[in-house]
């Protein structure tokens, strides 16, 4: 068995919301000088006790809980979860970012880490610059960077730019740049965020490739985080699910997958009125949603290439703006994949009327789902001026979930696939 190149134990991480100091800056200073002579805080409130048992109130949270893991050397380790989950938090701590609260993370040899576009990238620099900037923070020697220099321009393809300051740079070609910076200067470990999805898929493949043969032909470890399923599957060896700031879930990473998509789709089951995981002002709230037929018959299962309507029953808390009212829809498949989108304003749907209570109508002339079981995600949002960004009034992940049966798509009395996303849409609102 390889080695254990990465070790993880007890690690937490904790942030306090809102104001961190005291209001005023000779507070501040009092504060620190109770503290380097191990003293009480004094602006604590009454009742406060300093240790970290007692922040359970709403003004700590924990970002991170426990978590404890063991990497071998030439694994790829996936880490899976939600928005909000903990991941790159926890990528954050590994890659020396920021600290952990408690805990430690052992790591033997050089990480390097793409974890947001142009991270450790100075902008008035040129790329060729950049190159040389990250490779003496790894602690590489000059005459070391120089001879992987031309292998990270042509693996980026941004040779023709590669004298441009990088604030010239297009999102994309920036985690180009970046990632064939951090991939050939020879890491021991390689930590890798969901930043790669800024890439095309041309190059989102590359790169894909590129850490198959770190791991597989170099021995090197490299640390995903997706939420593109099939990536992960075809990628790592190894995956852990995070949920809520802990670990939930450390096997093979099908296994890990296959935790994940279930534990989501089991949250789906759960009385939609009774989700307290949605997010928005709740102006208007969705109860309940169900499928009917063309014959107008609620249906648990549905056919490729027939017609359908998803029924959203709704609630009014508040007075809100019809004509102000966004809605959109996006379906992921059993990979975690965006499928397609519905939404009101590509569709042109103005509204008139809301009522304190009624439903809102998807209509699908035909559906051109493949079979397999799709999980659906709706945002409700309101633009209250013009010169304003839209507000969320109601936003669920995971809020339904669609089975589609295989169905005789092209009327050929065979049973076909058919192309896997949605054409034709209309929503109304009763």
């Known amino acids: 068995m390889s080695d254990i190149i990465l070790k993880v134990e007890n690690l937490s991480k904790q942030y306090r919301l809102g104001k961190i100091g005291t209001g005023t800056l000779s507070h501040d200073l009092n504060r620190w000088w109770h503290t380097v002579r191990g003293k009480e805080d004094p602006y604590l409130k009454v009742g406060e006790v300093n240790d970290r048992s007692s922040m359970s109130n709403n003004q700590y949270v924990w970002a991170l809980k ?24 926890l990528l954050k701590i590994l890659s020396r970012v920021t600290s952990p609260t408690v805990g430690s993370v052992k790591a033997k040899g050089r990480i390097a880490s793409l974890l947001e576009v142009g991270t450790g990238f100075h902008p008035e620099m040129t790329g060729r610059e950049n190159i040389f900037l990250n490779g003496a923070i790894l602690g590489m020697t000059k005459k070391e960077i120089a001879s992987k220099l031309d292998e990270i321009i042509d693996f980026s393809g941004c040779k023709r730019y590669i004298d441009t300051p990088v604030k010239r740079y297009s999102s994309g070609m920036t985690v180009r740049l970046a990632f064939a910076v951090a991939a050939h200067l020879e890491p021991e470990i390689l930590v890798v965020d969901e ?54 879930f450390s096997g093979t990473s099908d296994d890990a997958i296959n935790y994940y998509l279930e534990n989501s789709y089991k949250k789906s089951e759960i009385k939609l009125s009774e989700r307290i995981d949605r997010k928005g002002n709740q102006k208007l709230s969705i109860l309940n949603i169900f499928v009917k037929n063309k014959d107008e018959v609620v249906v ?26 966004t809605i959109v829809l996006q379906f992921k498949n059993e990979n975690d994949e965006l499928v397609t989108t519905i939404a009101t304003d590509e569709l042109g749907t103005k509204f008139s009327e809301v009522k304190e209570k009624g ?7 035909r559906l051109q789902f493949r079979e397999g079981r799709y999980s659906m995600q709706y945002m409700i949002s309101e633009k209250l001026s013009f010169n304003t960004p839209h507000q969320v009034v109601d936003y669920l992940q995971d809020a339904f979930t669609l089975t589609v049966i295989r169905g005789d798509y092209w009327h050929s009395g065979v049973l076909n696939r058919p192309k896997g996303f949605i054409q034709e849409a209309s929503i109304q609102l009763l």
């Open 300 to 325: 648990g299962e549905m056919h490729s290439g027939e017609y359908y309507k998803l029924i959203f029953e709704y609630q009014k808390q508040k007075d809100i703006d019809p004509k102000q009212l």
């Open 195 to 248: 930043v790669l999805a800024v890439g095309d898929a041309e190059f989102q493949k590359k790169a894909i490739g590129k850490m198959q043969d770190i791991s597989k032909t170099d021995g090197r470890t490299v640390l995903f985080v997706s939420h593109n399923m099939a990536a992960v599957k075809s990628l790592c060896t190894k995956g852990i699910v995070l949920e809520h700031g802990g670990i939930t």
């Open 359 to 365: 439903t809102i109508e998807v209509e699908i002339p």
């Open 66 to 89: 426990d978590i404890n893991f063991e990497v071998q050397q030439g694994e790829v380790l996936g880490i899976i979860g939600k928005n909000g989950a903990g991941k790159s938090t």
